[in-house]
C-alpha cells in the first residue's frame, strides 16, 4: 500500500506522541518545538514550512532509548559530560532520514544543538554553517526548556533569558525573530498552554503543504517498520522483536488460509504492537528480576499506550484493538481488558501467539532462552489457556 499525504502527516504525529510519552513523562516537547518552529519558518524560510515543523516535531526522536531523556538537562554543560547526548542529533537526524521525504528535516536537525559562537555539538559548526532551519529548532528547543522552569517564567522574562544568550547560542537575527513572534497575537500565551498546543498541532497538519511523497518509494510497511526501529531501540532486550513478531504473525495468518490483505494488516498492527512501551520505565523493561506489583502495574499499560498512539493515524483505526489486544488471553486472564475466546479480536489472538513465542525464544532479562521446539511445547500446553487452540496448532506447525 502506498503512503498517502494524510497518513504519512499522522503517522509522523504519533511518532512524535510516542516519544512524549517516553517514560511516562508528558511533556509536549516536541510539539511545542514545531508548532512554534513552524510559526518562525513562515517568516524567514516559508518554503521550507513543512519540512521545519517535521524536524521540530522528530528532533529528538533519537534520545528515545536513553534513561534521562535529553530535554531534562537544562545545563548545556551537561550535555558536553555525557558523550550519549552527544550522539542525539545524529541519531535523530539518522532515523529521519530514512523516512525519505524529509532528508532536508534530517540536515535541520542534524545541527539542532549546534550553536552560533560554534561551540555546540556535534560538529561545532558556526555562524551561517548551520542550517537555518537548524537555528531555528535550536532556539525553539531552548525556549520550550525555559518554558518548563518552575515558577514560570512571563515573556519578559523569556525575553531576557533569550537575549542573553543571544550571539552565543543563536544569532541575534534569529532571537530578534523569536520575540516578535511570541509577542505577536498572543502565541507566547498560547504556546504556554499545554491544551492549546495540542489543539494547534492538528491545525497545523491540517494546513501545511504536503511533503512531496512522489519524489521516493515510501509504502505503509517500511513507514511503520521506522516506527518499530523507534520503539525496539527503547531497551537492550527488544532489539528487532516488532520485525520477529510482524514477520510471524503474517506467516501464521497466511499459514491460516487468511487473505493477503488480511495478513498485511495484521503484520502492520504486529510492527506497532509494543509502541506503548516507551511510556514504560526502562528500569522496569530492564528488571533482571520479577517484576513487583506496582511494577506490573505500569508494565500492563502498555497496550492501553499503543492504542492511544495508534488512533492518532485514522488510516490505522481498524487496527488499534487489534494491535492493543496482543496481551489478552483465551481464557481471558489476560489485559487490558480481560477478554476471551472470539471476543478478542482474531489478528490479537494470532499476535499473542507470535509475541509470546518470540518473547521465549530471544534472550530476555528474567527467563532462560527456550529452543523454538520447547517453545512450541509451550504453546501446545497452553492450547485452549493462554492461547487461541486453532492459531497454537498451527504454529507448532510453521513457525
Ligand atoms: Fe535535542
Ligand atoms: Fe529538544
Ligand atoms: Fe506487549
Ligand atoms: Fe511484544
Same mark, same amino acid.
Given at each position: 500500500? !502506498?503512503?498517502?499525504?494524510?497518513?504519512?502527516?499522522?503517522?509522523?504525529?504519533?511518532?512524535?506522541?510516542?516519544?512524549?510519552?517516553?517514560?511516562?513523562?508528558?511533556?509536549?516537547?516536541?510539539?511545542?518545538?514545531?508548532?512554534?518552529?513552524?510559526?518562525?519558518?513562515?517568516?524567514?524560510?516559508?518554503?521550507?514550512?513543512?519540512?521545519?515543523?517535521?524536524?521540530?516535531?522528530?528532533?529528538?526522536?533519537?534520545?528515545?532509548?536513553?534513561?534521562?531523556?535529553?530535554?531534562?538537562?537544562?545545563?548545556?554543560?551537561?550535555?558536553?559530560?555525557?558523550?550519549? #547526548?552527544?550522539?542525539?542529533?545524529?541519531?535523530?537526524?539518522?532515523?529521519?532520514?530514512?523516512?525519505?521525504? #524529509?532528508?532536508?528535516?534530517?540536515?535541520?536537525?542534524?545541527?539542532?544543538?549546534?550553536?552560533?559562537?560554534?561551540?555546540?555539538?556535534?560538529?561545532?559548526? !558556526?555562524?551561517?554553517?548551520?542550517?537555518?532551519?537548524?537555528?531555528?529548532?535550536?532556539?525553539?528547543?531552548?525556549?520550550?526548556?525555559?518554558?518548563?522552569?518552575?515558577?514560570?517564567?512571563?515573556?519578559?522574562?523569556?525575553?531576557?533569558?533569550?537575549?542573553?544568550?543571544?550571539?552565543?547560542?543563536?544569532?541575534?537575527?534569529?532571537?530578534?525573530?523569536?520575540?516578535?513572534?511570541?509577542?505577536?497575537?498572543?502565541?507566547?500565551?498560547?504556546?504556554?498552554?499545554? !491544551?492549546?498546543?495540542?489543539?494547534?498541532?492538528?491545525?497545523?497538519?491540517?494546513?501545511?503543504?504536503?511533503?512531496?511523497?512522489?519524489?521516493?518509494?515510501?509504502?505503509?510497511?517500511?513507514?511503520?517498520?521506522?516506527?518499530?526501529?523507534?520503539?525496539?531501540?527503547?531497551?537492550?532486550?527488544?532489539?528487532?522483536?516488532?520485525?520477529?513478531?510482524?514477520?510471524?504473525?503474517?506467516?501464521?495468518?497466511?499459514?491460516?488460509?487468511?487473505?493477503?490483505?488480511?495478513?498485511?494488516? /495484521?503484520?502492520?498492527?504486529?510492527?506497532?504492537?509494543?509502541?506503548?512501551?516507551?511510556?514504560?520505565?526502562?528500569?522496569?523493561?530492564?528488571?533482571?528480576?520479577?517484576?513487583?506489583?506496582?511494577?506490573?502495574?505500569?508494565? !500492563?499499560?502498555?497496550?492501553?499506550?499503543?492504542?492511544?498512539?495508534?488512533?492518532?493515524?485514522?488510516?490505522?483505526?481498524?487496527?488499534?484493538?487489534?494491535?492493543?489486544?496482543?496481551?489478552?488471553?483465551?481464557?481471558?486472564?489476560? /489485559?487490558?481488558?480481560?477478554?476471551?475466546?472470539?471476543?478478542?479480536?482474531?489478528?490479537?489472538?494470532?499476535?499473542?501467539?507470535?509475541?509470546? =513465542?518470540?518473547?521465549?525464544?530471544?534472550?530476555?532479562?528474567?527467563?532462560?532462552?527456550?529452543?523454538?521446539?520447547?517453545?512450541?511445547?509451550?504453546?501446545?500446553?497452553?492450547?485452549?489457556?493462554? =492461547?487461541?487452540?486453532?492459531?497454537?496448532?498451527?504454529?507448532?506447525?510453521? #513457525?
Amino acid at each position: 500500500m !502506498k503512503v498517502k499525504a494524510r497518513f504519512f502527516s499522522e503517522l509522523m504525529t504519533a511518532l512524535s506522541l510516542m516519544m512524549d510519552l517516553d517514560e511516562n513523562r508528558k511533556l509536549y516537547h516536541a510539539w511545542r518545538v514545531a508548532v512554534l518552529a513552524e510559526r518562525m519558518s513562515l517568516k524567514i524560510l516559508p518554503e521550507y514550512r513543512t519540512q521545519i515543523f517535521y524536524a521540530g516535531l522528530l528532533h529528538d526522536i533519537g534520545a528515545i532509548s536513553l534513561k534521562d531523556h535529553v530535554i531534562h538537562y537544562t545545563d548545556p554543560e551537561e550535555h558536553f559530560r555525557n558523550p550519549i #547526548l552527544l550522539n542525539h542529533s545524529e541519531k535523530s537526524a539518522h532515523i529521519v532520514k530514512e523516512i525519505g521525504p #524529509l532528508s532536508m528535516a534530517a540536515r535541520m536537525i542534524l545541527d539542532h544543538h549546534e550553536y552560533w559562537d560554534g561551540k555546540g555539538y556535534p560538529k561545532g559548526k !558556526k555562524g551561517d554553517d548551520i542550517h537555518l532551519g537548524g537555528q531555528i529548532i535550536r532556539i525553539a528547543d531552548t525556549f520550550d526548556i525555559l518554558a518548563r522552569v518552575k515558577p514560570p517564567l512571563d515573556l519578559n522574562g523569556v525575553k531576557t533569558s533569550l537575549s542573553a544568550r543571544s550571539g552565543s547560542e543563536f544569532s541575534n537575527l534569529i532571537c530578534d525573530l523569536m520575540i516578535s513572534t511570541l509577542e505577536e497575537d498572543n502565541f507566547f500565551e498560547e504556546i504556554t498552554d499545554e !491544551k492549546r498546543v495540542s489543539e494547534i498541532l492538528p491545525e497545523i497538519i491540517r494546513d501545511l503543504p504536503p511533503v512531496d511523497l512522489t519524489s521516493c518509494d515510501i509504502d505503509v510497511r517500511n513507514a511503520v517498520r521506522v516506527f518499530a526501529q523507534v520503539i525496539d531501540a527503547k531497551h537492550s532486550y527488544t532489539a528487532g522483536h516488532s520485525e520477529r513478531v510482524a514477520r510471524y504473525t503474517y506467516k501464521l495468518a497466511k499459514a491460516m488460509d487468511l487473505s493477503e490483505e488480511l495478513a498485511e494488516e /495484521y503484520e502492520i498492527a504486529a510492527y506497532l504492537h509494543d509502541a506503548g512501551k516507551v511510556a514504560v520505565p526502562k528500569s522496569i523493561l530492564d528488571k533482571p528480576a520479577a517484576l513487583t506489583l506496582e511494577e506490573f502495574k505500569l508494565m !500492563k499499560r502498555h497496550p492501553v499506550y499503543t492504542m492511544e498512539i495508534i488512533s492518532m493515524v485514522s488510516e490505522l483505526k481498524d487496527l488499534v484493538l487489534i494491535a492493543g489486544g496482543h496481551h489478552e488471553r483465551y481464557d481471558g486472564r489476560g /489485559y487490558p481488558d480481560g477478554a476471551s475466546g472470539e471476543n478478542i479480536p482474531l489478528g490479537a489472538r494470532i499476535m499473542a501467539v507470535a509475541d509470546s =513465542f518470540d518473547a521465549m525464544t530471544s534472550l530476555r532479562p528474567y527467563q532462560r532462552t527456550r529452543s523454538k521446539v520447547e517453545a512450541k511445547e509451550v504453546l501446545a500446553k497452553n492450547s485452549g489457556g493462554q =492461547f487461541d487452540p486453532d492459531i497454537s496448532k498451527v504454529a507448532v506447525k510453521v #513457525l
